[in-house]
């Protein structure tokens, strides 16, 4: 399935492509804070739409180790890029960002981030 998101104004937009079969919600400092639902996939999965130009910021903490990718413009956190353990480039899709989605109907897994 592809799904199409972007942030509040689009000056973000993507296309994923993948089954989502859940969601995870992490409770470290930044994701308590954004309230994101998470989805990984690889990033050859992901396509970025609009040029990564002066419209997309990226923060880094802790290990500095995920991209948390966000429009400058209003300020949503559409999805993060890192690497998997295995060293694979995968994106973290914030699924609160992706059109027609049922949140309710996504399994969510809670992870305890704020121990890590």
Known sequence: M?????CHCGKIAFEVEGEIQGALACNCSMCQRKGSLL????????????????????YLFNKHAIH??????????????????????TIAVNIRCLEGIDLDAVAVKHFDGRSR
């Open 39 to 58: 989805w990984f996939v690889p990033r050859t999965q992901f396509t970025l739409l609009t040029p990564e130009d002066d419209n997309v910021g990226a």
């Open 2 to 6: 592809k799904y199409k998101g972007s």
């Open 68 to 89: 948390h990718r966000f429009c400058k413009t209003c300020g949503i956190h559409p999805f993060a890029e890192a690497t998997d353990p295995k060293g694979v480039p």
